[in-house]
């Protein structure tokens, strides 16, 4: 059991090259906004009942998926309301069960960000499109997150995402 963690900021293109991963190793994508839709269903973002929310579904996610064996492909944008424990949490319930978590970051310039923000993908997911909010966002410390590990990185700028899904496809092809 695998779960290939594909984090990085905004607009660095997590679902677009997700997607194409999960296609080529067919395996599912559990996509960030689906827990974030959820919870944002029933909570303004950030709220404490909003991380909780956003949380359990992450957690169960992972510990059933690892239960039962099931790859898959995570994307994440690090930002300042998620508790970073919460990410060992969700490695240690898959390695409990003998799976294995493959963190891979995503690089992109914060001039790339900001001309990706209006892309209709991300509007399509209710995803952030305002540039003044992101940099307002910014500013206040809300993208502040510790590193995470990675096994590979990746600059978005100068791979398309078709290429950046393959470099991650054939790096989990690679003996470990």
Known sequence: M??????GPAASGKH?????????????????????????ALFEFGSSGFCRLRAAIWSAAFAEAA?????FVFTF???????PALIESLTRSVRAHGGE???????????AIVQRLDQPSRHRFGKLTD???????????GFAFPPLPSSLRIDTEAHTPEQSAAL?????????
């Open 131 to 141: 540039v003044a909010l992101y940099r307002s966002i910014e500013r206040a410390g």
């Open 101 to 111: 978590v493959v963190f891979v970051e995503l690089l992109c310039s914060p001039e």
């Open 67 to 71: 239960a039962a064996g099931r790859s």
């Open 77 to 83: 944008h690090p930002e300042a309301s998620v508790d």
């Open 16 to 40: 677009t090259i997700g997607t194409r991963v999960a296609e080529a190793l067919g395996i599912p994508l559990f996509h960030n906004h689906l827990a974030v839709d959820a919870a944002l």
């Open 168 to 176: 991650i496809v054939a790096s989990l092809r690679e003996p470990r």
């Open 2 to 7: 695998q779960v290939v963690f594909i984090h």
